[in-house]
């Protein structure tokens, strides 16, 4: 898994849109990357949502938010419409991604983790929780915006 102070791996992939996403083209901006198992799940569902919740925060703070699974597009764009998602979501169905930031867990679904990326695309952070909560929580305390 990537650690403190790498550079976060670029990539290029399709959104929920179906619209590509090259992660730096976010570069100027931190970026909370956060991948997740399984769309529709339980816990996914619930941090997805929080990061919607708290969407308009986040992005007051300056933040970019992108989420991140091995689910197919359309899998992400049911999954975007029903957590009411206002950032991408990334289908990583090659799972070429998870790879490369060293979360692609035995089963072969993305491990619940959260990368916080500097403006320059570094991590600054990592995140590793099977909970939902502590992802969102730490990106609101980064924010400023202790809930």
């Given at each position: 898994m990537l650690a403190v102070g790498e550079p976060a791996p670029d990539f290029t992939a399709a959104t929920q849109t179906g619209q590509m996403l090259q992660l730096s083209s976010l570069r100027g901006a931190p970026v909370v990357l956060f991948f997740y198992p399984k769309a529709n799940s339980m816990g996914c569902t619930?941090?997805?949502?929080a990061f919607a919740d708290h969407f308009e925060e986040l992005s007051?703070?300056?933040l970019k938010v992108v989420g991140v699974s091995v689910d197919s597009v359309a899998s992400q764009k049911t999954f975007a419409t029903k957590c009411d998602v206002e950032f991408p979501l990334v289908s990583d169905s090659?799972?070429?991604i998870a790879k490369?930031?060293?979360?692609l867990g035995f089963l072969g679904f993305a491990r619940r983790v959260t990368f916080f990326l500097d403006a320059r695309g570094?991590?600054?952070e990592v995140v590793e929780s099977i909970a939902p909560n502590p992802h969102v929580q730490r990106a609101l305390q980064r924010a400023g915006r202790v809930p």
């Open positions: 619930i941090e997805t949502r007051d703070a300056g090659d799972k070429s490369a930031y060293g979360v570094t991590v600054e």
